[in-house]
């Protein structure tokens, strides 16, 4: 089975090696048919620590690497 990627903004980078990020994803409401967005915040591995807040950056998943973390940052 293939590996999710997503496209997010980082929001935090304070724990070592850890950034969260914030994926925002748009759809059209079922009955009052207006866009409506709605985020979610993951956890991702950062190896190099070189995203910082405000990074455009994209995770893909992998298998746990603590209790929280599901997710790895791609260099791209």
Known sequence: MPKRILTGVVTSDANAQTITVS????????????????SKKYRA???????????????????????????EAIAE
């Open 23 to 38: 994926v925002e994803r748009r759809f059209k409401h079922p009955l009052l048919h207006k866009t409506v967005r709605k």
């Open 45 to 71: 591995h950062d190896e190099t620590n070189q995203f910082k807040v405000g990074d455009q950056v994209r995770i893909q998943e992998c298998a746990p690497k603590s209790k929280t973390k599901r997710w």
